[in-house]
């Protein structure tokens, strides 16, 4: 086995290498820098002491020549710092008196003013006599940059090609050093590491050095081997594992099998109960009870029982009765009497904890069931039997039995799990009858409720006529038909004349009294079908007559006031008559009220008015006087 490289390789000495390379270049820039700024220093310094004592040597002879006007001396001083290489630029200023300063200068070939280069400036004076000075001019010396930038890339020179030696002689060394003490052992490592396989795993790794040397090698080595030695008893551990997993393999395949076979077996049970529960909930109300009667009968031959019991509690006493019962030889009850079956008290108890108990024959079920409670349902020999409690949020809708023949003693997991979900199916359609049942009753009552509540919502409470709102729902309905059809539409407005005086007088009761009395004459006198008759405020009632001409309604209007003329009902309050009389308004639909009905209600209000204004108990109508003699 050998181990493969990816992508570019470099060893370990060479990028050792490369990193001091590295650091040795920055480190040999931050010393030349510091270096050629510490050389620079010293070379200003220098040609600063050479400037100072230059004018520490010419100052003298410079104001003794000014003093006694030696022209030919002050240009031989100047001329004598031309060989000077520090001096780029001498300036020689005479002051003389009252004249203009003259000034005397000589400049190096190629020189330049410069910040960086020293100047010295200085005052020249002279001693005529002791105790005497005078200032004869002043002496200015500028050293030459030039100078300083040659000894700087001297010593730069220098700096720079005593760092790069170093540098390399320190790569070197290191590159040696490292192979010599580290490359070589890890290449035997990395060899070491691709020979090995399951078979070499014991042998192990030896370094060829010194063994008293105690380094980070050595533990290397160390954790190789230890490596090796946890490799080797995983190994075999997994071998072992796999000579396991062989001898389990064919045993997992039988249980996979067998397990397979219990699936389908409950799946087939899930499907049964499915069908049951979809044909139970598509059950109409009428055959509910055969369809839990067949369903149970169904799941009976399913797991081969002999027999099948479904007790229901009754509400007299605490007590069961036979809801069915299935048999293998073909009988069915549907009751049982009632002192044997009131000997179950301790089985919902018992029940009530386990939910559904499987016995596997009947002395297990003698030792959770006492002897009156075990023969309920072994009337008929049983082997297996298993019972469930149909129980949920504390109501109890009974207990379901289901026995197999003598000799069948195991229930499989497969069957158990199709008792319980028949339990729960059971126990679900139960609650859904009697939820069923509710809801129609429910249903029935809000019906009876909304009739009762439509009356209420659309006739008068007092006087039991049609209200307000269903005058003027209707009133558009007629208004657009009469609109449609061009028959004629009336409607009339009546007012008891005098109603507020007669409440006043006789009390709010006898006023309720007398709107129904009326209200009563208006039933009897408008009994047309199609006709409306409304009470639509507190003494105002409005009729509405659909097909009805102008004549025509002037004589049912007549006809009411007539009607209550004659009930006598006494209005000592009236000034119109001593008993109770109406004021009638009519109006007929006319092309002038276009398409809304509140016009035709205006001229009909209209007329009212007019009729109150005349003395009550008239008829006055939108339409021209009606001739005399009709009636």
């Not at 089985?347 to 002395?363: C, H, S, T």
């Not at 409304?534 to 309604?553: C, H, K, Q």
Request: with cysteine; proline share 3%.
């Amino acid at each position: 086995m050998h181990l493969k490289r990816s992508g570019s390789s470099h060893s370990l000495g060479s990028r050792l290498v490369l990193v001091t390379l590295g650091f040795c270049f920055v480190f040999t820039v931050f010393t030349v820098a510091v270096r050629t700024y510490s050389a620079w220093n010293e070379a200003w310094s220098a040609m600063n002491a050479d400037l100072k004592l230059l004018e520490q040597v010419y100052r003298p002879t410079l104001s003794k020549a000014i003093w006694e006007m030696d022209r030919d001396s002050l240009r031989a001083s100047i001329e004598s710092t031309k060989p000077l290489a520090v001096v780029g630029h001498i300036a020689l200023t005479i002051r003389s008196g009252d004249l203009a300063s003259e000034v005397i200068e000589r400049s190096a070939d190629g020189w330049q003013t410069s910040t960086l280069a020293p100047t010295r400036h200085s005052d020249l004076t002279y001693a005529p006599f002791p105790g005497g000075s005078e200032n004869v001019g002043s002496l200015t010396l500028a050293g030459d940059e030039r100078v300083l930038w040659a000894r700087l890339r001297g010593e730069v020179t220098d700096i720079v090609v005593t760092q790069l030696l170093q540098s390399l002689l320190l790569a070197g060394l290191i590159m040696l050093m490292f192979n010599r003490s580290v490359t070589v052992h890890v290449q035997h490592i990395a060899r070491h590491l691709g020979q090995l396989a399951p078979d070499k795993m014991g042998q192990a790794l030896r370094l060829a050095r010194n063994p008293k040397h105690s380094d980070e090698l050595t533990l290397l080595e160390t954790g190789v081997n230890q490596l090796q030695s946890k490799l080797t008893d995983h190994l075999a551990q997994l071998h072992h594992y796999e000579e396991e997993l062989g001898a389990h393999r064919d045993h997992l395949a039988d249980l996979v099998q067998e397990r397979t076979a219990e699936l389908e077996s409950l799946t087939e049970a899930q499907q049964l109960v499915l069908s049951l529960s979809n044909r139970l909930i598509h059950a109409s109300h009428e055959s509910f009870d055969a369809s839990q009667r067949e369903c149970l009968l169904e799941v009976a031959q399913r797991l081969g029982a002999n027999r099948a019991l479904w007790l229901v509690p009754t509400a007299a006493s605490p007590a069961f009765r036979v809801f069915t019962e299935w048999r293998s030889d073909g009988r069915t009850e549907s009751q049982a009497s009632e002192p044997l079956l009131r000997g179950l008290i301790q089985v919902p108890q018992r029940l009530a904890r386990e939910e559904v108990l499987f016995f596997g024959n009947q002395a297990e079920m003698l030792l959770c069931l006492n002897p009156l409670e075990a023969a309920i349902f072994t009337l008929q020999p049983v082997g297996a039997s298993a019972l469930a409690l149909l129980h949920s949020d504390g109501e109890n809708y009974g207990m379901l039995f289901i026995g197999k023949p003598l000799g069948q003693c195991e229930w499989l997991a497969q069957d158990r799990a199709l008792v319980t979900m028949t339990a729960q199916l059971l126990l679900h359609s139960v609650r859904h009858q009697a939820q069923l049942l509710n809801i129609l009753s429910t249903q029935k009552a809000l019906r009876a409720a909304n009739a009762q509540l439509e009356v209420l919502s659309r006739h008068d409470a007092l006087t039991g006529l049609f209200n307000r709102r269903h005058f003027d729902e209707m009133k558009e309905a007629e208004f657009q038909r009469a609109l449609r059809t061009g028959q004629p539409l009336s409607l009339l407005i009546c007012d008891i004349d005098h109603f507020k005086a007669f409440n006043d007088h006789y009390g709010h009761a006898r006023g309720d009294q007398c709107l129904r009395d009326v209200a009563q004459v208006f039933r009897n006198v408008i009994s047309r079908s199609g006709d409306v008759l409304a009470r639509i405020g507190g003494e105002e009632f409005a009729v509405m007559l659909p097909n009805t001409s102008e004549p025509d309604a002037w004589q049912v209007a007549e006809r009411l006031r007539v009607a209550v003329s004659d009930l006598r009902l006494a209005h000592a309050a009236s000034e119109t008559g001593s008993h109770v009389t109406i004021s009638i308004g009519l109006a007929q639909l006319l092309p002038r009220y276009g398409t809304d009905f509140e016009a035709l209600f205006e001229a009909a209000d209209q007329a009212l008015y007019r009729a109150k204004s005349k003395g009550r108990d008239r008829i006055e109508s939108s339409l021209p006087p009606i001739p005399q003699g009709v009636v």
